[in-house]
């Protein structure tokens, strides 16, 4: 198991070291509460790191401490790396930031819009202008996400019907990285594969590319 080590003192940088344990204390009360089954968290200040803290259990069931090298599941954290790994194939000259995404998925090529009705009759009007890669980057494609079921776009998007708003009208925080994942010429697994370097793709604890929750 490697070792996370403090280099130096947080008092060094200018942070209390008192302060710092209220972290501790803050995310120990999830665990305690049941919230949380484990936590890491580090602070670090000029590069160098002055905190660690760790509480709860990385497999619960089986009553295992966090340690240092516990593998997390990143969940909305995979979408910066998505990012990432999309903005380094459109430096290679991949695709255009104003491509349709309809070029790599058919579902997208002629979306229609949902404006009132029921997820089971929705009505529809024809998207104003197609889904462009640039709107899956900026969280501005309509799309949302099918899994909470808080609202009929919700559970249209579920059902994988028409799209709950429209192209560009506004942000939304949701599963664009997922479509976007799905856009370039080669599997996103395999691209962040090949770009991650020591930090391999593996090490996020998905062992194939189905598994991961792009977005």
Known sequence: MKKLEIRRDPEEVGLDPLRLQRIQTHLDRYVAL????GWLTTVARGGDLVWVGRGGYRDRERSLAVTDDTIWRLY????PITAVAVMMLYEEGVFDL??????WIEELRD????????????ITVPATEPVRVHHL???????????QNLTTCQTLMACRCPKPST?????????NQAARGTTQSRPMFSVVSSKSGPARASTTSYSDESSIPWG
Do not use: E, I
């Open 137 to 147: 980057l900026s969280h501005t494609s309509g799309l949302t996400y099918g899994f």
């Open 76 to 79: 909305s954290m995979t979408k």
């Open 98 to 103: 104003n491509d349709p995404v309809g070029r």
């Open 167 to 175: 192209t560009g009208a506004r942000h939304h925080c949701s599963s």
């Open 111 to 122: 979306p229609l819009v949902y404006v009132s009705g029921t997820a089971a009759n929705p």
């Open 34 to 37: 049941g919230q949380f089954s």
